[in-house]
């Protein structure tokens, strides 16, 4: 029996090319305005069209400003990006979601709240974090611009076939830890290469018991373990998720296509290239002290000793505490904290400004910490005024900003300056990637909401 990953791959083969990749049909490409211009030019270099218009939709995410998007942005860079973005799609004929306007946000929260991402479905985006979209239980991966402008000429791309993992996690998470804290703590029992040239399916009774926001976030990190891509197969909490969603199936369409949905899934005696097996008791709330995602502890817990690491890997351990700050068996507990960011397409939906809100709600933000808290969509942030959140939130000292990827990668201008600790629920830790010199400790919204309201690294249980 295939697995759920070969059922949706093989329905979408138009061609397998001998000793070569495989032409593989795409239903939805996303574009962003870092890396599609690009693709654009070749477009337009060779006088093609896009070939299926429809299924291509697009919107400004990385290089919006997070405050005053009904002025024009400051920044030259940022601004010819998102006004290019805006041009090519006019000039291409294609679905263009634009700054202050309600559909707009970042484009990996946008596509599954709309329902333009569907199970069964194949997506790309160039983007790495387009792994996100797995969550409904299609196959959903990052692209090259080479490969953009491969999708909007002949909506089919050329890729080999990954591996097939299947991660079963099990067993009850328990208070205080979140989908975030089992993404971080796969990572670090993987490292960041050990799903390389995989496509993860993620199950057990943790992943069927998650939200969809949750999933979202598991399959979001995906990429940060090396993954090709992760997925979830879809149930009764997806098809209850995407249910009257703007693109989603209506009336008798919809009962056709859950019939359809309820059959993609991995059959019992599926074989899968490699499995793997974890306990959800053995998760505690997650902290990263290094500069990749699979540098983490639990929060509790300290760094690990340098006797503890393999040979090869000393220079780059400690190198990596070098530039943060820290030193082999410290506990980062009680550490300064000087920002805190909530958002991003890791954790920027409502569900992670509820579990935020539900710690610091009758609580104070610490004077000298700087908080950014970033809806990953207009949606969002209607949703989040609309509950009332907006309000816990401000009597708290907190301000909500507006829809963008924000401090996640520092191309706008939400950057943490040089030396600066900021606990964030974005993806990567990477030197630099909040701004040059920044450091970054990844964490679930539950972790950022304390280290915000005391002004140090603090695990949530106590406020639980």
Known sequence: MNTLFDKIWDKHVVNNIPDGPTQLYIDRLYCHEVTSPQAFEGMRA????????????CMPDHNTPTHDQDKPIEDPVSRKQ???????????????????TPDNGIIHVVGPEKGLSLPGMTIVCGDSHTSTHGAVGAVAFGIGT??????MASQCILQQKPKSMRITIDGTLQPGVVAKDVALYLMAQLTTSGATGYFVEYAGSVVTNMSMEGRLT?????????ARGGFVAP????FAYLKDKPFAPKGEEWDRAVEYWKTLRSGDDAV??????????DIKPRITYGTNPGMGIGITDNIPSLDSIQESAKPSFLKALKYMGFEPDEQLLGKPVDYVFLGACTNGRIEDFRAFAS????RTKAEDVVAWLVPGSWAVYRQICDEGINDILHEAGFELRQPGCSACLAMNDDKVPAGKYCVATSNRNFEGRQGPGARTLLASPLVAAASAITGKITDPRIFL
């Open 146 to 151: 080479s490969e953009v402008e491969m999708v």
């Open 235 to 238: 149930d009764d909490t997806t």
């Open 82 to 100: 998102v006004e290019t973005l805006e041009r090519n799609c006019k000039e291409f004929g294609l679905t263009h979601y634009g700054m202050m």
């Open 272 to 281: 899968f290239d490699k499995e793997l097996s974890f306990n959800a008791a």
């Open 359 to 362: 710690i610091v709600k009758g």
């Open 46 to 57: 060779r006088g093609l069209k896009c070939f299926r218009p429809n299924q291509i939709i």
């Open 218 to 226: 598991l399959c979001n990190l995906s990429i940060e373990m090396g």
